[in-house]
C-alpha cells in the first residue's frame, strides 16, 4: 500500500540518530544519558509501555531504570523521590508514568519535575516555550514523533487546512500549537474539533491533513475524510474480540480499512504514531544530556 506513512521505519531512522548522538557524547566527555521512569502501582498496560520503553532506551545506549512504587505512595512521598532526581546530575530524563493513582495530582507531579529533565514535555515551562515557538523546550512525545511523521514523509503543512480531532492536553493542544507555529514545517491553518463542536464531520472534510486523537473506536469514518487528504491516526482504543488470545484487540480512531483507499496518505494503526513516541523520547533524552553538557 504505496500510501502508507511507515511509522516504525521512520522512528528506526531516528532511533540511529539518536544512537549516534549518544555515542557521540560518550566519545567527547565520556558522559551516558540516564533516564529513570517512575511508576506508581502494577497497571499492566502502564508496565507494559515502561517495558517498551526500557527496552529501546538499552538498544540505544541510554541508562535507564524504573523506580516503582505501591499504589498507595502518597503524594508527598512521590515529590520527595522526584526532588532527588532533580538534584541527581547522572539523571537528565525523568518520566513519571501516567495514569496515577486517583489520590494524586498529575498537576502537581509534572510541575515538580525539573524542566530541563522533562523529556515528556509536561512541564508547564516546556508547555508555555512550545506556545511561544521557543525551541529551548522540549516537545510532548506523541504530538513530537506526528510531527515528525509529516516533515520525514514530504507532507507540506505551511497553509494546510489542518484538523485535529480531540483537545487533550497530551496530544491535542500540542499538536494544533506545534502545526500553527510561525516556522518551518508549520505555517497550517489549524481547527480543533472535540466532543462538543458542531458540525465536527464537516470540518473534517476541509483537511488537508486530518489528525484523530479523540479516543474513540473508529470515530472517522470515510465519509468524513476528503480524498485525497494525509489521515494520521493517533488513537488506540480498545475493543471486544472474542477470536483475540486476549478477547479483545487494539484500534485506532480511524476507520482504516474504508479510509485508506481515498486518503493520500494514512497511517496504520498499529505501527504508525506509536514507535514515533517511544523514537521522541529517546530523542528527548539524549538532548537533555547534551544540554547538561553545553
Known amino acids: 500500500m504505496e500510501n502508507l506513512i511507515d511509522g516504525k521505519a521512520i522512528a528506526s531512522r531516528i532511533h540511529a540518530e539518536t544512537s549516534a548522538t549518544v555515542s557521540e557524547l560518550a566519545a567527547k566527555s565520556s558522559l551516558k544519558p540516564g533516564l529513570v521512569f517512575v511508576r506508581v502501582?502494577?497497571?499492566?498496560?502502564?508496565?507494559?509501555?515502561?517495558?517498551?520503553?526500557?527496552?529501546m532506551a538499552s538498544e540505544i545506549g541510554i541508562d535507564s531504570r524504573t523506580i516503582v512504587l505501591d499504589e498507595k505512595t502518597t503524594q508527598d512521598e512521590l515529590l520527595g523521590i522526584i526532588a532527588d532526581l532533580?538534584?541527581?546530575?547522572?539523571?537528565?530524563?525523568?518520566?513519571v508514568q501516567a495514569p496515577l493513582p486517583s489520590h494524586i495530582d498529575e498537576r502537581v507531579i509534572f510541575s515538580a519535575v525539573d524542566p530541563g529533565k522533562d523529556v515528556d514535555g509536561f512541564h508547564p515551562v516546556n508547555v508555555g516555550k512550545l506556545m511561544l515557538g521557543d525551541t529551548s523546550g522540549f516537545r510532548p512525545c506523541t504530538p513530537a514523533g506526528v510531527h515528525e511523521l509529516l516533515i520525514r514523509s514530504g507532507v507540506e503543512t505551511s497553509g494546510a487546512e489542518v484538523v485535529v480531532l480531540g483537545r487533550g492536553n497530551i496530544v491535542g493542544k500540542p499538536m494544533a500549537a506545534i502545526l500553527m507555529q510561525k516556522a518551518a514545517h508549520a505555517n497550517a491553518t489549524v481547527t480543533v474539533v472535540h466532543s462538543r463542536s458542531r458540525n465536527v464531520a464537516e470540518s473534517c472534510r476541509r483537511a488537508d491533513i486530518l489528525i484523530a486523537a479523540m479516543g474513540s473506536a473508529h470515530f472517522v469514518k470515510a465519509d468524513m475524510v476528503k480524498p485525497g487528504a494525509v489521515v494520521i491516526d493517533v488513537g488506540v482504543n480498545r475493543i471486544d474480540d472474542p477470536s483475540a488470545k486476549r478477547g479483545y484487540r487494539l484500534v485506532g480512531d480511524v476507520d482504516f480499512e474504508n479510509i485508506q483507499p481515498l486518503a493520500g496518505m494514512i497511517t496504520p494503526n498499529p505501527g504508525g504514531v506509536g514507535p514515533m513516541t517511544i523514537a521522541m523520547l529517546m530523542h528527548n533524552t539524549a538532548l537533555a544530556a547534551s544540554r547538561a553538557i553545553a
Open 86 to 95: 532533580n538534584s541527581d546530575t547522572a539523571v537528565h530524563g525523568i518520566l
Open 41 to 55: 502501582g502494577e497497571d499492566p498496560a502502564s508496565r507494559a509501555y515502561v517495558g517498551m520503553k526500557e527496552k
